[in-house]
């Protein structure tokens, strides 16, 4: 019988389409093309620093050398994380008057150095400019690696960014060894062999790429990105040394940022999409917290969304191409989402949008949204029935079945008691839910937590894998889904108590 992990991998269409999908990723007038969000962003920026010169005198210098510089001048200014931080601060602050980010009068000399930078006509943008050039990810110049404390050069604009890193992470960055610039290049290199097109689009949106070490906020991170620092991405480098890993997670962030540009220039969200009482998602696969993290409001939802339909072309992609690509970066194993698991959070978070979030969604949202389930469909060839959600929380439960195998190993004798306890209170709750669903069918008690979980698994998998919808037009089932969510999520956090899932 499959267990809740056998579908690791969908069936992919054609080739033809997945080259079709690619090249609608990157060429759509308004969500693909990476010139035009660019252009808009630009223009986004403009408009703000015309805000500013009233106040801030070298706003108005920077503003004039815009205005004299070529539209692809004006991009490259406008990609510099530390310029598009200043002008929001300096927004923020003359709008509400509160502090924050960094002080009106550095943001001030910051644009008086952007002004100069133009004048002279000095390369690239001022922040990455003094980079050397074994610091370029790769040979267009569009993305650099930082630096860290040990080579960092010293400038207004690189101090900027460490106070901005200070503000948003509270964390140190790392000083990239040459052979994890060699594994940057590396994941790049496979990226770039499977999504010619996406790579180059989704990477125009990042100026900056960051290791950083498995300390302080960013224990339990695998990579990083937000709106707050645009431009930029965080990778840990504990996890960069695997090729597959990497290309993932570069293509993920990356997309990040190309949404962040859009959001920039156009509606994606309504004007009161933040306030407390907006509507927001639970993301299943994601263990609960006391902080209520895996629930995620209008913007997280549809970023991840936008990400995850992505993913899943990545990931048929590199199943398919495994074998031949294998002797040079080695066997996928664990190392990728897959392609089953992206188009399932991808079909859930879409179907939430719809039915959930779309009040807090601006007209270009609505139609982003749109668009990508269009691009799902094409995508998904062996669709679940509407509204499925159990074997999200499987996936869950198996991914964390896995942690406690390894917890159990070292566990003391009071742990594995209270453990036991709770998988017999697991197989109750497992037994009920399928009896709600006319399934008598399951399951001896068991004394061993991992045997227990094993018939859970069991016993549950035939009902999330069931595509003809039988178990969900039964009477049972909206009662049986709440059985298995309380029995998972419960599991969760009895887990995270005793500490089993690690950091």
């Not at 697991?426 to 008690?445: F, K, M, N, Y």
Request: net charge neutral.
């Amino acid at each position: 019988m499959p267990d809740a992990l056998s579908e690791v991998r969908a069936p992919a269409p054609g080739s033809e389409v997945l080259q079709a999908i690619e090249t609608a990723l990157v060429r759509h007038r308004a969500f693909g093309d990476s010139l035009y969000i660019r252009q808009q962003l630009t223009a986004a920026y403009l408009r703000r620093l015309h805000k500013l010169r009233t106040a801030l005198p070298q706003a108005s210098q920077l503003v004039d050398q815009l205005q004299l510089a070529t539209p692809e001048r004006q991009r490259q200014q406008v990609a510099d994380t530390v310029l598009r931080c200043a002008v929001q601060h300096a927004m923020r602050q003359l709008a509400l008057g509160d502090e924050y980010g960094l002080a009106l009068p550095q943001c001030d000399a910051l644009f008086g150095l952007a002004a100069e930078h133009l004048r002279l006509g000095l390369p690239g943008a001022p922040l990455v400019a003094g980079l050397a050039p074994q610091f370029l990810l790769a040979g267009d110049g569009t993305t650099s690696v930082w630096p860290g404390p040990g080579a960092t050069p010293a400038s207004p604009h690189a101090s900027a960014f460490l106070d901005i890193m200070q503000e948003n992470y509270g964390a140190p960055l790392a000083t990239p060894t040459a052979s994890e610039m060699a594994m940057l290049r590396r994941g790049l290199q496979l990226l770039d062999t499977l999504l010619p097109r996406l790579t180059r689009s989704a990477l125009s949106h990042v100026q900056l790429l960051a290791l950083f070490p498995k300390v302080g906020t960013w224990c339990g991170k695998a990579s990083s990105s937000q709106f707050r620092v645009n431009g930029a991405i965080f990778l840990n480098r504990e996890l960069i040394g695997n090729p597959w890993w990497l290309a993932e997670h570069l293509l993920h962030e990356a997309l990040h940022q190309k949404l962040y540009d859009f959001r920039h220039g156009h509606s994606l969200l309504a004007p009161v999409h933040a306030r407390d009482d907006a509507a927001r998602v639970c993301s299943l696969w994601n263990a609960p917290d006391e902080s209520q993290s895996h629930y995620w409001d209008a913007h997280r939802t549809l970023a991840a969304f936008h990400v995850y339909v992505q993913l899943a072309l990545l990931c048929l992609l590199a199943e398919q191409h495994e074998e031949a690509l294998a002797p040079g970066y080695g066997a996928i194993g664990q190392q990728m989402s897959g392609s089953r698991r992206a188009i399932d959070r991808a079909r859930y978070l879409g179907e939430q949008l719809r039915a959930t979030i779309w009040p807090e969604l601006g007209e270009a949202g609505r139609q982003m949204t749109l668009w990508l389930l269009a691009v799902l469909d094409e995508l998904d060839i062996e669709r679940r029935p509407a509204g499925a959600s159990l074997h999200l929380l499987l996936d869950l439960y198996a991914r964390q079945g896995r942690k406690l195998d390894a917890f159990l190993e070292h566990a003391a004798a009071n742990d594995a008691a209270r453990l036991g306890e709770q998988a017999q209170a697991e197989l109750t709750l497992a037994r009920t839910a399928l009896l709600e669903l006319g399934e008598a069918a399951l399951v001896h008690d068991e004394p061993s937590w991992p045997q227990a979980r094993k018939q859970v698994l069991q016993a549950l998998t035939p009902v999330a894998q069931d595509r003809s919808g039988n178990y969900m037009r039964r009477r049972g089932y909206p009662r049986a889904q709440a059985l298995v969510t309380q029995m998972v999520q419960q599991s969760s956090r009895q887990l995270a108590a005793l500490g089993a899932l690690g950091a």
